[in-house]
């Protein structure tokens, strides 16, 4: 007989061949492998790498001082022709808000 098989006696002397031991756990109602269903993970959507970074966090007056100098500056590019400085004050305030959110801007 093979490494794989062994052999055991029986009370009547007659030699019967059992098999080796496998890893591989057997069901006793369906004598099929177990074999358990593992499910691919699928992939998280990217996140923004500084998503989970603090905000810097700066003075009223500071933030406020940076968007006053941007206004001008919007103001400038056009010449100082006349325009609506409200409009000027809002893109200014979208623009530094952006540059802090994205922390290139800071105290």
């Known amino acids: 007989m093979t ?3 062994k052999t055991a006696k029986t009370p009547a002397g007659k030699r019967t ?3 080796a031991k496998s ?3 057997v069901s006793a109602t369906t004598k099929k492998p177990a074999v358990k ?3 691919p993970k699928a992939e998280a959507p990217a996140k923004p790498a500084r ?3 603090k905000k810097p966090t700066i003075a009223h007056e500071q933030r406020r001082n940076y968007i006053e100098v941007a206004a001008y500056y919007i103001a400038a590019r056009r010449d100082f022709a006349p325009g609506d400085p409200l409009q000027d004050w809002i893109a200014a305030e979208a623009e530094i808000d952006r540059l802090l959110a994205e ?3 800071g105290a």
């Open 23 to 25: 890893s591989v756990k």
């Open 51 to 53: 998503s989970r970074a």
């Open 37 to 39: 269903a593992v499910k």
């Open 3 to 5: 490494e794989a098989k």
């Open 103 to 105: 922390g290139r801007l």
């Open 17 to 19: 061949a059992t098999p």
